[in-house]
């Protein structure tokens, strides 16, 4: 054989086996992917198989015999041979009514209420399949009592509670504020003290010729200032700033002549709250 045959069919053969090794490797590289995709298969497979498995289990305890009296408790067997709840069962407690009542708070246009519910006797004592009603799902709920209530006008008093089985309670709301501007404060009694006005529901109007010349009873010092006048007065005689102001629970603070007759003009100098006489501009404040 020529040298050249040789180099040829050596040549020859190291193609070969570089085509098989090559092929080899391609192979070692693709069967990991082939055995994950072939475990992902398995998994899958026996997912459905359990799942299947699980439905039919169910579907088996759901069925029943329409004819077959069941012993579970709540549950009988409908015409499709189906468990379905019942709507009673003597294996249930019995249930008393009369030991049930709710309470429930309720805002009305004139006052608010706290009402309680008495209940009667239910006609379903089952909730659910295997499951016995609970007294406040068994019991229905009758005609409301009012038991508490507050009218707008009460500012100083609430009712707490009087939610669920919770009865309400009427309690004062001491030290809160109340009245016009919040300017009062409630006391021990529920009362709406400390209110300072001006206008005559507060102040005597005893005559025509009395003015509100200043109206500062929201306002921080409070006060009120007032044109008077003798004509009228209770007491008779002259009349002081002092005896005005006291006379309606207030306290007098300065006093002016009045530079008009029958107005609210002041003379720049003050003069002593017991001053009395014809004509006054008094400056009144809360005790």
């Known amino acids: 054989m020529s040298i050249l045959s040789s180099c040829v069919e050596i040549t020859i053969n190291q193609t070969e086996d ?12 693709e069967e990991p992917e082939d055995q994950s995709s072939s475990l992902q298969n398995e998994n899958q497979n026996e997912n459905q198989n359990e799942n299947q498995n699980e439905n039919q289990n169910e579907n088996q305890n759901n069925t029943c015999d329409p004819n077959e009296e069941l012993s579970d408790l709540c549950t009988t067997c409908n015409m499709n041979g189906q468990k379905v709840a019942s709507l009673n ?19 009305l246009a004139d006052k608010i209420s706290c009402v309680s519910y008495g209940y009667t006797m239910g006609n379903q004592n089952c909730a659910s399949i295997g499951t016995c009603a609970s007294l406040t799902q068994y019991c229905q709920k009758g005609a409301s009592m009012e038991v508490l209530s507050i009218t707008k ?35 021990a009694m529920g009362n709406c003290i400390g209110i300072f006005k001006c206008d005559e529901s507060k102040f005597i109007r005893y005559n025509q010729e009395n003015l509100l010349c200043d109206d500062k009873s929201n306002a921080m010092p409070q006060f ?23 006379a309606n629970q207030s306290v007098c603070l300065a006093v002016w002549d009045n530079a008009q007759a029958n107005s609210c003009s002041k003379q720049s100098n003050e003069i002593e709250c017991t001053k009395a006489g014809t004509d006054r501009i008094c400056r009144c404040s809360p005790r």
Not at 164 to 169: I, N
Not at 180 to 186: K, L, N, R, V
């Open 18 to 29: 570089a085509l098989v090794s090559n092929l080899l490797n391609h192979n070692n590289q």
């Open 224 to 246: 009120c200032e007032f044109y008077i006048h003798k004509n009228g007065w209770p007491a008779g005689g002259d009349l002081s700033c002092q005896a005005f102001c006291e």
């Open 153 to 187: 006008n009460q500012e100083c008093f609430e009712i707490t509670g009087c939610a669920g089985v919770m009865m309400g309670t009427k309690n004062i709301k001491v030290g809160s504020a109340c009245g016009e501007g919040g300017m009062g404060s409630c006391d």
């Open 89 to 107: 069962d003597d294996k249930c407690p019995a249930l008393d009514c009369s030991t049930l009542v709710t309470y429930e708070k309720q805002t």
